[in-house]
């Protein structure tokens, strides 16, 4: 029945198991993204506190490694990522190869379209993905329009449901409405439970109250799960997409997907863990360590810039010990006059060198830094490298970053691409050819990560021919003492260059002895010419 409450007994089941997250989470948000609504109190939209920043080093780090990334992952000017069959037992012939590069070209640029707002959505996914460790992206597919939109969610809002392989079983979002967005949106759907009281309650709250937020769960399921819930469900559809009222316990809208709709990629995540942890999390020490060694050092400049004063006692009526910058400390004249003399106001200076302590801030913003791979992703200042040592620098950066950057192509490029390629053929944009018709595929990344890994095959296979060049030059009566078929294979191991590229022994044979027989069969008709026109020539001169 549509109506029972399940889907949102199982929301409160998923929500209980991320509380245990928020409250790291709450003091990541306050000091690294303090624009975002909070996780454990409640703010409205625009506030913003940046009480407990000290210091904003977090937040250029922040910025400086999702720019990086957004840089090495996908970017609208360049051909990121290919599509390949993800079968590798099926040979990929040339017309197999050519259809994919067309489906490719297509995808690319229906995601470069503003409309489908992909690249803005990236970004936004990966300053989430830095900050809290995870980021969401909503794929809406708008058939009216025959346009795939993206969408990042704030990762306040989302709880996920993960099995023991880290692919999500289920996703639930909370959302808040006002009157007239609820009732645009879902007095018109098929399933809207909402009864004529409840309908009528919503208008009222439009004239009286249009502010008002109603609070609503967006769940995307799995059919079998819908089914044991009470929730409709297709057969032909493994995804269901349920919208309800949390308030009054109101399903308001069933759509059935095709495909999964939530891009969802962590940085670091625990297996059956349904959240992960990124460099928000590592850095939250250091940025709170960071933050009392300056609220220290604060207060110990202004000591030395508005010391205390000494003060006898009998200069005030009365008075208690302060010792804030700029107070009075009193003390007993006669103890002043027996230990030091002092009979006047005169300054106490208790701190007179901050270099020590204001060194130990500078090593703790490099800490921060690093936390945020800026020693990677930033080029020494003033540095003149040629294109060699670039490349090198830019291997090593997507070496010592594969992970999170693997993960992030995995969990969000890929299913991007895919998703995409999949409604764009739905949708006769892509014509799909007999060859990839049916046909699972997948996409092979033209990153940094990919970029190096093609870089090291193309250097190991110069070395291997390099090598056989050289052993050309053996003296001939050593030759003899090597096998040729042996030695090719032979180099091609050692120097670990792929042997792929090499034909089968009795292949290659066949080929050369068919290309000797063509040899002597052009060298004899070159001949067999030649003796034609003399014989031509000469018979010419004797008739003439």
């Known amino acids: 029945m549509v109506g029972d409450p399940q889907i949102i007994r199982q929301f409160d089941s998923v929500k209980s198991v991320r509380y245990n997250y928020e409250t790291e989470w709450q003091k990541i948000s306050e000091v690294l993204d303090p624009e975002s609504r909070a996780f454990t109190v409640t703010n409205t939209n625009g506030y913003v506190s940046r009480r407990k920043i000290y210091d904003s080093t977090p937040e250029r780090s922040v910025d400086d490694l999702t720019s990086s990334l957004m840089s090495m992952l996908a970017m609208p000017n360049k051909q990121w990522g290919v599509l390949t069959l993800e079968n590798p037992e099926v040979e990929q012939t040339r017309d197999i190869k050519k259809d994919l590069q067309v489906a490719t070209k297509k995808v690319l640029a229906h995601l470069a379209r503003p409309v489908t707002n992909f690249y803005n959505s990236q970004a936004d ?258 540095a003149e490298m040629s294109a060699t040592e670039s490349q090198v620098r830019e291997t090593a950066r997507s070496r010592k970053m594969s992970g999170p950057l693997a993960r992030y192509e995995a969990e969000n490029l890929d299913r991007a691409f895919v998703f995409t390629f999949g409604y764009l053929s739905d949708w006769g944009i892509i014509k799909m050819s007999s060859s990839i018709k049916d046909k699972d595929v997948m996409v092979s990344f033209r990153s940094g990560l990919y970029e190096s890994y093609t870089m090291g095959k193309l250097q190991l296979l110069e070395r291997a021919t390099q090598a056989l060049a050289n052993l050309k030059g053996i003296p001939p009566e050593l030759s003899p003492n090597f096998n040729p078929e042996k030695l090719l294979e032979y180099v091609f191991e050692h120097a670990g260059a792929d042997m792929s ?22 060298a004899a008709a070159s001949q067999a010419q030649a003796v034609n026109q003399l014989s031509q020539a000469f018979g010419g001169a004797l008739g003439a």
């Open 501 to 522: 590229v090499l034909e089968d022994p009795a292949v290659a044979d066949e080929k050369r002895e068919q290309a000797a027989q063509l040899e002597q069969s052009q």
């Open 125 to 382: 996914c990966l300053f989430d993905f830095a900050v809290y460790g995870q980021g969401y992206t909503y794929m809406y597919p708008d058939t009216a329009k025959k346009v795939v939109r993206f969408a990042n969610i704030p990762t306040q809002e989302c709880y996920a449901q993960r099995d023991a392989y880290g692919d999500l079983t289920a996703w639930y979002r909370e959302l808040v409405m006002t009157p007239l967005e609820v009732m645009n949106t879902f007095f018109d759907s098929k399933y809207c439970q909402y009864s004529s009281e409840d309908k009528r309650y919503i208008k009222e709250c439009i004239q009286k109250d249009p502010t008002k937020e109603n609070c609503l769960v967006h769940a995307i399921i799995s059919k079998e799960e819908a089914k044991a819930i009470g929730v409709p469900y297709q057969d032909n559809r493994p995804w269901v997409q349920v919208f309800a009222d949390i308030d009054k316990k109101r399903v308001l809208h069933v759509d059935f997907l095709k495909r999964f709709p939530v891009l969802a990629p962590s940085w670091t995540r625990k297996s059956k863990s349904p959240y992960g942890r990124g460099p928000g999390h590592k850095a939250l020490p250091e940025i709170d360590t960071l933050n009392a060694m300056i609220k220290t050092n604060l207060t110990g400049g202004q000591l030395m810039v508005q010391p205390s004063m000494w003060t006898p006692y009998e200069m005030v009526q009365s008075g208690v010990l302060d010792l804030s910058p700029g107070a009075n400390n009193l003390y007993s004249i006669s103890d002043a006059m027996t230990s030091t003399g002092i009979v006047k106001p005169e300054a106490l200076h208790i701190v007179k060198d901050l270099s020590f302590p204001m060194e130990m801030e500078m090593f703790r913003r490099q800490q921060i830094s690093q936390i945020f791979y800026s020693d990677l992703l930033q080029e020494f200042k003033n």
